[in-house]
């Protein structure tokens, strides 16, 4: 089984300065991972995504990701924040569960910028 | 590119009736389309996969037959919540699956009194 922890539920910083928000998986397989972003009472628009190619991936807005298989993670930096990052974030892993994809989201990591 | 929408975006409606959102591929086709629901500061939890000619297949836990899912088209599903409750009450959000990547719609928050 799969599962995706998101060490902290809140992250606050300010603008200008660096965003880091971490992910840890488990999963049985070689897996997929996405970031995805939600803003208030919005649907999901995806950051970025790992499909087993280069191990460090930019996604939109300046945000970018590195898969660390030794570690199992997957964390979210920015170089420096911007008031618009404010939102909700989603890291979710991708696997096969009886031959049917699944995803499975973590619990979400809201973060604030302080301007 | 890989656009998915949803409609209704909000929707009241009054207890034991039905009502019926529906999920649109607009740039591309989705055999697989797949609901979740999301409760207030929580996450995503999914619904069923939605296959494209074929029954829908539903998580634990789900009743099939108060959430009924059809998808007819290869750019269309719908879900109906049959006999709604107050406690059915939620942000409903379906996705669209292109190639590796499911996208997701705008959301649907439903409201029954």
């Known amino acids: 089984a799969q599962s995706v922890t998101q060490l902290d539920s809140h992250v606050s910083v300010s603008e200008g300065t660096p965003v880091l928000l971490r992910c840890n998986y488990s999963?049985?397989?070689?897996?997929?991972l996405f970031w995805y972003v939600q803003h208030p009472n919005k649907g999901l628009q995806l950051l970025l995504k790992?499909?087993?190619?280069?191990?460090l991936v930019k996604g939109i807005n300046g945000f970018e990701a590195e898969f660390k298989k030794s570690e199992t993670s997957f964390h979210l930096t920015k170089p420096s924040a911007h008031m618009s990052d404010a939102a909700e974030y989603f890291c979710?892993?991708?696997?096969?569960?009886?031959?049917?994809?699944?995803?499975?989201f973590g619990t979400g990591t809201r973060l604030t910028i302080i301007p | 590119g890989a656009v998915v929408s949803q409609h209704p975006s909000w929707v009241i409606c009054k207890s034991g009736t039905s009502v019926k959102i529906e999920c649109r591929s607009l740039?591309?086709?989705?055999?697989?389309m797949f609901w979740y629901r999301q409760f207030p500061k929580q996450s995503l939890m999914l619904m069923a996969t939605s296959n494209e000619g074929s029954k829908a297949t539903y998580e634990q836990g789900v009743e099939k037959d108060k959430f009924l899912i059809n998808h007819a088209s290869l750019t269309l599903s719908t879900l109906t919540v049959t006999s709604a409750h107050p406690e059915d009450s939620s942000f409903y959000i379906c996705?669209?699956?292109?190639?590796?990547?499911?996208?997701f719609g705008p959301g649907t928050r439903l409201t029954v009194l």
């Open positions: 996705s669209a699956r292109s190639a590796d990547t499911q996208y």
């Open positions: 740039d591309f086709q989705a055999t697989t």
């Open positions: 979710v892993v991708s696997d096969l569960d009886f031959g049917n994809e699944k995803l499975t």
């Open positions: 790992y499909t087993s190619a280069a191990t």
């Open positions: 999963s049985s397989y070689s897996p997929s």
